[in-house]
């Protein structure tokens, strides 16, 4: 069990490290003025989101195993609610690909200053995540 631990973390750290990435991506290209510049940003975007998906679908995979194998049926409280915020953290990797689509189709609707604020939400999560896992505190 401890292998699933280990390659959960692995897998949720390269998860996390394109959610952390890709909207700051986003800030440079809605800053960026050459097409040469968009173009590039679009190619890094599309790359890294499916890298961090891959992440998180190999995070999913181990979790759920190690759900399976130590937390079955699900009623610790700590449990529930990381539980919810990781479906948070999914809806927002969703969100993420929606908007590498709207780049690479010149649709993007929002300013730098929205991404700046758009990119604090996974570490909030992760912050909520990690101290329910680690203190399991409800």
Not at 26 to 43: L, N, Q
Not at 67 to 79: I, Q
Not at 88 to 109: D, E, K, P, S, W
Request: proline share 3%.
């Amino acid at each position: 069990m401890l292998w699933l631990k280990a390659l959960h973390i692995i897998f949720m750290v390269t998860w996390f490290a394109g959610l952390f990435y890709l909207p700051r991506l986003f800030v440079y290209h809605v800053d960026c003025s050459d097409t040469a510049g968009h173009e590039r940003f679009r190619i890094m975007e599309r790359k890294l989101f499916a890298i961090m998906t891959i992440g998180a679908v190999l995070t999913a995979v181990f979790g759920v195993w190690l759900l399976a194998g130590w937390h079955w049926p699900v009623t610790e409280r700590w449990l529930q609610i990381k539980l919810v915020l990781i479906a948070m953290l999914i809806i927002y990797h969703i969100l993420c690909g929606r908007l590498v689509q709207r780049f690479a189709t010149g649709q993007n609707r929002h300013s730098a200053v929205f991404y700046r604020w758009f990119n604090e939400i996974p570490a909030i999560l992760l912050v909520a995540i990690v101290l329910l896992a680690v203190l399991r505190p409800v």
